[in-house]
């Protein structure tokens, strides 16, 4: 959240950075007893709801907002305005630009671009597969979970098509 900064906002600024950081220090514990209670009700919208809540509160922006941007080291908010006029919202979008057009749009010196793209790489992505085996009763299903990270399916991907594991990993996956 931006703070405004003119002159009649700034006797507010200091108690507000603290409020807003009491807030947050709390709110962690806040939507996890909510996760652990709609757990035991097994309401599962609001369960997805509350659990989408803690997860842009722990990355500190909402999702599909160019402000996911700010996790990277480097990236600040004057960057990510500069990102979303050249149309890159997301961190996918980050991932399918070429370095140099990174450091131009950016103002910055190499090796920005490519640091940046590194930095994605490193970014820990993940496919969650769910499949019905069978129906056990009216509310009741075994179900398989599959939990894979998507670079091991690229290179399991790969394998399959008679390619190496080199040819992988110079790609970037996000997943968001």
Excluded at 65 to 72: A, E, F, H, K, T
Excluded at 159 to 164: A, E, F, N, P
Aim: some cysteine.
């Amino acid at each position: 959240m931006e703070y405004p900064t003119g002159e009649a906002f700034q006797k507010y600024s200091s108690p507000f950075k603290q409020d807003k950081g009491f807030v947050f220090q709390h709110v962690h514990r806040l939507i996890r007893c909510l996760v652990d209670c709609l757990t035991e009700t097994k309401d599962a919208v609001t369960l997805k709801n509350a659990l989408a809540v803690a997860r842009c509160l722990s990355a500190k922006c909402w999702e599909n907002s160019p402000n996911q941007l700010r996790q990277l080291d480097g990236i600040g908010s004057v960057t990510v305005k500069k990102f979303a006029m050249a149309n890159i919202r997301t961190l996918s979008d980050l991932a399918a630009t070429e370095p140099h057009r990174i450091e131009m749009i950016a103002s910055r010196n190499p090796p920005f671009g490519a640091n940046i793209l590194k930095e994605l790489g490193n970014i820990p992505s993940f496919t969650i597969t769910v499949t019905q085996l069978k129906k056990v009763g009216k509310e009741e299903s075994v179900l398989r979970v599959s939990f894979m990270k998507i670079a091991d399916a690229a290179v399991q991907d790969c394998q399959q098509k008679g390619s190496s594991q080199s040819d992988v990993q110079g790609r970037h996956w996000v997943h968001e």
